[in-house]
């Protein structure tokens, strides 16, 4: 009678481990997959941060050379900032000036929509860009040279 027991119970549990064996490989598979699209949007978010990195260091220092002038930096070195990864660190609080000429200036008309202006209009933007560039000028260009020695880590 024992020997029946012993039987039944090796027909019952043999299967059952063989499946919870089979189940942990399948859950290890999952794991290592799970972990390497983890490391492939690590590496991707590094990639594009270097990317933002370089591209905001090029604009500040075109904008402290004055290749480019400061409202179209703002805008450009705004935009990037604001598409950073993560959110980790408060640019806005830290180059507020660059941020609030990026702010006021992001309000005047662009490509096809400052083609459809009449001239007045383009005229009269243009003067309050310039206004706006004067008036931030120096405080801007301090934040483009802090932008330069920043650290990005």
């Known amino acids: 009678m024992n020997g029946f027991w012993l039987l039944t119970a090796l027909i019952i549990i043999c299967p059952l481990a063989i499946y919870a064996g089979f189940l942990l490989q399948k859950l290890r598979a999952q794991q290592h997959k799970?972990?390497?699209l983890e490391k492939q949007a690590q590496a991707g978010i590094a990639k594009r941060t270097k990317k933002i990195r370089d591209s905001v260091e090029t604009i500040a220092r075109m904008m402290v050379e004055q290749d480019l002038n400061i409202s179209e930096?703002?805008?450009r070195i705004g935009k990037m900032l604001e598409g950073w990864p993560g959110k980790s660190y408060d640019f806005e609080g830290d180059y507020t000036q660059l941020f609030t000429l990026f702010r006021k200036a992001n309000e005047f008309a662009i490509l096809d929509e400052r083609k459809e202006l009449a001239k007045?209009?383009?005229?009269?933007?243009?003067?309050?860009?310039?206004?706006?560039?004067a008036e931030y000028k120096e405080k801007v260009l301090e934040d483009a040279k802090r932008l330069l020695g920043h650290s990005w880590t």
Not at 120 to 133: G, V
Request: proline share 0%; net charge negative; no cysteine.
């Open 34 to 36: 799970k972990l390497e």
């Open 73 to 75: 930096g703002s805008i």
């Open 120 to 133: 007045q209009d383009l005229m009269r933007q243009d003067y309050q860009r310039e206004l706006l560039e």
